[in-house]
């Protein structure tokens, strides 16, 4: 099962719920699962220009079909721009 | 616009007389970036540079006379002018970079008439006369009477500066230059101070002229520096009065690169260091 | 110097050849984007609003177009209108004004004449009409309700409510974890302070540059100035509507970038103004449409409230980011909350931060984008509690050091990090372990940034006589170049300058993301050593055959393939590739790959200071900095990026930002009063590169580019205030305002 | 409007080209002369990019009317090397990696070959002051500041060889 955290502007969709275990194979599966949890939550995080997954501490931009090995922590973060 | 280098002062004058929009320049170091900035093109750009006297550094009879298209560059190369007039040639070395002080002169430095002009100071405290050219012949001005303003000048239509004259400083007297910028180089003048002291035998101060740049619309003469330092020593009373003296004279504005209430502080501190300074120079001899 | 942690030995990754591309540096012949010319080519200019905010009644071209010499005349109303929801759609509307200009400088029309002379006096023939409207420039005004209004359509996002009314704060971002009260509750000391910074440019030497030449294929060439050629073509493509097949775009040498140069600027006008002229167009910036036009990095104000137990472990961090955006949003502030507190193990912290737009230039990334103003609070006030405490400040750094597994304020953990291996090297080093000169003040600061990955491709094609070119596509704006080649010759074993590395165009390598986020030598590099490898395989293959045995008795070592049993002398690489047309045609390999896993990047520095108190002139007189590079594939351009990361970071501490007068005009848009440090402004930058491997490089390499600009103004307002007393909370720390601060007292707070 | 016609000695070669009166020099060896190695990075004389040698004299070519240059004796960032032969400024810039973009390059090595030529031996601190009006945002200026004094070395060993 992943470990899904929530940040703080997140949790204004998961009504508070600051942690979440899914079990999903990829990002896009795991999206899926939070969507039927927290209604509109999926369209939220599924906007890549807007969201990036730090998988493992591994920051992923675009990472819909990224797979998630089992008990990964999951956070989703914003996309990194750089000099 | 035209280019034109004449050969002589004659030819500037007839090539001025005839036309109000032509220009004269040295360095072109403020008239390229004016230009750039948007500034209308004069009609002609009239290059000083080919002529000798307009380029020229030469003693006689006691008296630097200072070409004043010479870059400053040449000003510092000069031993025996540095010597004589220490401040005022290190003025001239803080006029921008090296590329710069290859091309800026004294008479750009005036004519432009910024008030943040490094060298005009030094000019002033030491009685600088300017040989002006124009269609009426040569006439000869103190450099003091020559900026009326930001970019403007005294100088009538026609009339351009040949040359600088300046007295040979007698014994135990010498200048100094500091000015205040963020950087080390490359910025203009925030502050900018020079001085001009005398000694007497006992180490008092005989004779002393007190200049500021950036504070006023032009360069300000602070006489009352200079009488608070004659007749005294350069001790911590003096140079406190001194201070005093030219923040008191200093009435600046606030702009991008300073405000008034630092300006003001500055130029006392840098009225004082100039002083210290200049006295230290006079007290081992001067330039002789 | 170099503190290694366990890396293995290597025989070219770590040292210090001559970069290929320098001979042509020294001698003039490196062509940039501005020095090419073509057959028949124009010139561009572009006509910008003088006004800060108002709308465009009218353009009347028609002067303009019957000017001698003048090819072609655009405005806004050429381009089309990209729907509402499409990401490129403000980097659009930056690029040719629609309906509103939003900042002085904003690009209102382009002409294309035979002259530069000409194109520039027919664009200001060209006649606007505008109606002025109020315009806001300063970051907390803007932000109240009833300020002049930027854009109808921004709401804010992340509040706790949505918004009913359109405001100029695009974003709120918010980080939170533990509990901040009972954090602040256990605090013995409490420091809290608001800093100020304001916007600051990048300020590369070589301006924007281009030239398009549009032909009657309806195909166009873009040579250009660029950190990633890739996205010139799709930005490019998506202001013009093209696919972008039409568009193939050519990466000159580039000079500088540090983050400006990631997005565009004239290159669809160029391509415009080809099309309709029928001719190449070259468009090159003057400086001051550099300043006026291009993007600088944020001004910001920044809260922040520490508290700390009495043995100096911070428990609490409160912390409020207003990062203004120029005229349309980006993700300053976002980036800014995830890094405010990053150098810090803290339990419980509130942070939040809020984009807001402002009738300035709209910002690009500057190096590390967002992370230096929010090391300014968070390092001044760490500062602050060491000295309430009385600790040294390494100390009080190394007790609240993350380490790997640690949560890292933004969510995830942290991999393997060096941010205690800086510290432990600053605390080691004779600087720091010398006592400051009398007089003079020190300062230390540390400083984090993520570094990112991305997508990166490259080519590796052996030549016949056993040379190789390593293509890449990551324009190289620091000797990436060389990395690639040491990282290929490390692999290939051969000699350094056997390799040439080139930069290829959009249509000779694959999808390359920008040269970005300290990414290249990291990702690129990745690529580079993933082709290498499978030409490796296919060395041992050819060798197998020229041997006639089985390739598992092949073996590559040391640039030579050498039999397992012995039965054959070894063959050199160049035996190889002289026979591979015998052996199976050209030996070439290609990646193609998403890097992962890229090394956070952190350095720490010390600086010391001296300081006249009568004018408020500061003197760096000393100045070392630490940082992490993972490996060092060329300790000369690591030391380059650290040293010229530093120096960037002083000018922003001491002297640089934008100063708009009351109408929004830009009133130093020249590097006479847009003071970048020149060299006598400066001591030499010592530096110690410390090596901790990231464990997901092949040869360990973390990105160097950024991080180095993070520390420097805290470490420097620390040492100003150690030298004087004052401590000063807004930037530039210039002569007057630090002299304003020694004036009238400022010390610590409390 | 009729250009001016100039004659001058630009890199050991005597030229002549044709340019506006208003226009830069910088602009004329651009343009008219094809020699790209001075580049502009302001154009109004305050980062050096576009240094020269003109009779002798450090200049910015950007701030010099090309038809200043008639009968002038110029030195280009392309003529400072003897033939193949780099010069100490550009093996020791080169081995000391005192460039990264390059871009300000042409300017540095122009400003401290002026340097050299009139001060064979200088100290870290005239160095500093001497390459003042070069403006370089990539190095923090340390590894050029190093290259200028290694290069007045290995002339000095040169002269002494």
């Given at each position: 099962m992943a470990q899904v955290h929530f940040s703080s502007n997140q949790r204004r969709l998961t009504g508070g719920v600051a942690q979440v275990e899914v079990d999903a194979a990829t990002v896009r599966e795991l999206l899926r699962k939070l969507e039927e949890m927290f209604p509109g939550i999926g369209a939220h995080l599924d906007r890549t220009s807007a969201t990036a997954v730090a998988i493992d501490g591994d920051i992923i931009p675009d990472p819909m079909y990224e797979a998630v090995p089992a008990d990964a922590e999951v956070h989703f973060i914003t996309p990194l721009a750089g000099g | 616009m035209r280019y034109v280098a004449p050969a002589s002062v004659a030819e500037v004058v007839a090539l001025l007389a005839g036309d109000p929009d032509a220009r004269v320049f040295a360095g072109a170091t403020d008239l390229v970036p004016q230009m750039r900035a948007g500034r209308p093109e004069p009609s002609v750009a009239i290059?000083?540079?080919?002529?000798s006297r307009l380029t020229d550094v030469s003693l006689t009879d006691g008296t630097w006379r200072i070409g004043a298209?010479?870059?400053?560059a040449d000003l510092t190369a000069n031993a025996a002018l540095a010597a004589d007039l220490p401040g005022l040639v290190y003025a001239g070395g803080l006029i921008g970079s090296d590329q710069i002080q290859n091309r800026a002169s004294l008479g750009g430095n005036l004519c432009n008439?910024?008030?943040?002009?490094?060298?005009v100071p030094s000019l002033v405290v030491n009685d600088a006369q300017a040989v002006v050219a124009g269609s009426g012949g040569e006439r000869t001005v103190p450099v003091?009477?020559?900026?009326?303003g930001p970019g403007r000048t005294?100088?009538?239509?026609?009339e351009f500066v040949v040359e600088f004259l300046i007295d040979r400083?007698?014994?135990?007297t010498s200048d100094a230059y500091l000015r205040l910028i963020?950087?080390?180089?490359?910025d203009i003048a925030i502050v900018g101070a020079a001085a001009r002291v005398s000694l007497d035998g006992d180490g008092n101060c005989s004779a002393a002229a007190i200049a500021l740049a950036a504070v006023a619309p032009t360069v300000v003469l602070v006489p009352a520096a200079a009488e608070a330092l004659i007749?005294?020593?350069?001790d911590d009373d003096a140079l406190a009065a001194v201070a005093a003296a030219a923040a008191e004279a200093a009435s600046p504005i606030d702009d991008k690169r300073g405000t008034i209430a630092y300006r003001r502080q500055v130029a006392g501190v840098l009225a004082k260091r100039a002083v210290l300074e200049a006295a230290g120079r006079a007290g081992n001899g001067g330039g002789r | 110097m170099t503190i290694t942690e366990q890396r293995p030995g290597y025989r070219y990754v770590g040292t210090r050849p001559v970069?290929?591309?320098?001979l042509d540096k020294v001698v003039g012949k490196a062509r940039y984007a501005a020095d090419l010319v073509l057959p028949g080519m124009l010139y561009g200019h572009v006509l910008r609003s003088p006004h800060a905010h108002a709308r465009i009644v009218a353009i009347d071209t028609s002067a303009a177009e019957a000017m001698?010499?003048?090819?072609a005349v655009i405005t806004g109303a050429d381009f089309g209108d990209l729907p509402a929801?499409?990401?490129e759609r403000n980097m659009t509307r930056n690029l040719m004004a629609r309906?509103?200009?939003?900042?002085?400088?904003?690009?209102v029309a382009a002409v294309a004449a035979t002259t530069r002379r000409q194109a520039r006096d027919a664009a200001e023939a060209i006649e606007v009409t505008y109606e002025a409207l109020p315009h806001t420039l300063d970051i907390l005004e803007a932000m109240?309700?009833?300020?002049?209004?930027?854009?109808?359509?921004?709401f804010t996002t992340g509040l706790d409510s949505e918004p009913s009314e359109p405001s100029n704060v695009a974003n709120r971002t918010c980080y939170e974890r533990g509990d901040i009260e009972q954090g602040f509750a256990e605090a013995d000391v409490v420091v809290e302070g608001e800093f100020v910074t304001k916007p600051i440019h990048q300020g590369y030497i070589e301006p924007h540059a281009c030239v398009a030449d549009t032909g009657q294929d309806g195909k166009t060439v873009i040579w250009c100035s660029s950190q990633g050629h890739f996205r010139v073509r799709s930005q490019t493509a998506a202001m013009l509507g093209?696919?972008?097949?039409?568009i193939k775009v050519i990466p000159a040498?580039?000079?500088?970038?540090?983050?400006?140069?990631t997005t565009i600027y004239l290159e669809p006008l160029a391509v415009e103004l080809s099309a309709r002229a029928g001719r190449p167009v070259k468009m090159v910036m003057s400086r001051d449409e550099v300043f006026r036009a291009t993007g600088p990095t944020p001004g910001s104000v920044i809260r922040v409230k520490l508290g700390a137990t009495?043995?100096?472990?911070?428990?609490a961090a409160k912390a409020w980011l207003a990062y203004e955006s120029g005229a349309f949003p980006g993700v300053w502030a976002m980036l800014g909350c995830m890094c405010v507190v990053s150098p810090y193990n803290v339990e419980n912290f509130l942070i939040e931060g809020y984009e807001v737009v402002v009738n300035k230039p709209v910002n690009a990334a500057y190096r590390?984008?967002?992370a230096p103003m929010a090391a300014f609070a968070t390092d001044t006030l760490v500062d602050e509690i060491a000295r309430r405490l009385d600790m040294d400040p390494i100390d009080l750094r190394l007790l609240n050091c993350p380490n790997k597994g640690d949560q890292a304020p933004y969510g995830p953990k942290w991999p393997l990090i060096g941010l205690r291996e800086c510290l432990e090297a600053i605390r080691d080093s004779e600087h720091y372990r010398s006592r400051p000169a009398p007089g003079h003040g020190r300062g230390v600061a540390s400083g984090f940034w993520f570094n990112i990955g991305e997508a990166s491709s490259a080519t590796v094609n052996l030549n016949e006589n056993g040379t190789a070119t390593v293509v890449t596509g990551s324009p190289d704006i620091g000797g990436s170049r060389a990395s690639m080649a040491l990282m290929a010759a490390e692999e290939?074993?051969?000699?350094?300058?056997a390799i040439q590395p080139v930069v290829g165009d959009t249509e000779v390598v694959g999808f390359t993301d920008v040269?970005?986020?300290?990414r290249a030598t990291f990702a690129t590099g990745m690529a580079v050593v993933e082709a290498c490898r499978d030409l490796k395989g296919q060395l041992r293959g050819r060798a197998a055959r020229m041997w006639d045995?089985?390739?598992?008795?092949v073996e590559w070592a040391d640039g030579q393939a050498t039999h397992s049993g012995g039965e054959h002398e070894p063959l050199a690489l160049a035996d190889i590739t002289a026979e591979a047309g015998r052996t199976g045609g050209p030996l070439g390999a290609t990646a193609s790959l998403n890097a992962r896993g890229a090394g956070p990047a952190f350095s720490v520095q010390v600086t010391d200071v001296s300081v006249d108190?009568?004018?408020?002139r500061v003197t760096v007189e000393r100045y070392t900095t630490a940082q992490d590079a993972?490996?060092?594939?060329h300790p000369d351009y690591v030391e380059g990026q650290m040293q010229g990361g530093v120096v960037q970071g002083i000018g922003w501490a001491l002297n640089e930002e934008y100063i708009h007068d009351a109408d929004g005009?830009?009133?130093?848009?020249?590097f006479l009063d847009y003071r970048i440090p020149v060299?006598?402004?400066?001591p030499m930058i010592e530096t110690i590169i410390v090596e901790v491997p990231n464990p997901n490089h092949p040869y360990g390499v973390r990105g160097?580019?950024?991080?180095?600009?993070?520390p420097p103004i805290p470490a420097l307002a620390n040492a100003i205030h150690d030298a004087t007393g004052a401590r000063i909370r807004?930037?530039?720390?210039s002569p007057p305002r630090v002299l304003d601060a020694i004036m009238s007292g400022n010390g610590d707070g409390g | 409007m009729s250009r001016t016609h100039v004659s001058c000695n630009i890199n050991g070669d005597d030229v002549e080209f044709l340019c506006d009166a208003g226009e830069s020099l910088l602009d004329a060896l651009r343009?008219?002369?094809?020699?790209?190695g001075a580049k502009e990075g302001?154009?109004?004389?305050?980062?050096?990019?576009?240094s020269i040698i003109m009779d002798g004299r450090l200049q910015c070519s950007c701030l010099?009317?090309?038809?200043?240059?008639?009968?002038a004796t110029i030195v280009t960032v392309e003529g400072i090397a003897d033939g193949d032969h780099l010069h100490p400024l550009q093996q020791c810039f080169l081995e000391g990696a005192a460039?990264?973009?390059?871009?300000?390059t042409p300017g540095f090595l122009v400003a401290a070959k002026a340097l050299l030529d009139r001060n064979p031996e200088p100290t870290e601190t005239e160095v500093r002051y001497a390459l003042a009006g070069n403006l370089c945002r990539?190095?923090?200026y340390d590894k050029i500041v190093r290259s200028v004094l290694a290069a007045a070395d290995r002339m000095k060993e040169e002269v002494a060889g």
């Open positions: - | 290059d000083l540079k080919r002529i298209a010479a870059p400053t008439a910024s008030p943040a002009a490094d060298s003091i009477d020559i900026p009326t005294s100088l009538q239509p026609g400083p007698p014994p135990s963020p950087r080390t180089e490359m007749g005294h020593p350069a | 970069r290929h591309d320098g001698p010499g003048v090819r929801d499409d990401p309906d509103k200009v939003l900042y002085e400088g904003h690009a109240e309700p009833g300020a002049p209004l930027l854009h109808e359509d921004i093209w696919d972008t097949s039409r040498e580039i000079g500088g970038g540090f983050g400006g140069k009495g043995d100096g472990r911070i428990t590390a984008p967002s290939l074993g051969i000699d350094v300058h040269t970005e986020g300290s045995c089985d390739v598992d008795e108190e009568e004018t408020g993972g490996t060092a594939i005009v830009m009133e130093n848009p020249g060299a006598s402004d400066l160097v580019g950024e991080v180095g600009i993070v807004e930037l530039p720390m | 343009d008219e002369m094809r020699l790209m302001c154009g109004t004389g305050d980062c050096g990019a576009c010099v009317f090309a038809p200043e240059a008639d009968g460039l990264q973009c390059g871009v300000c990539c190095t923090g």
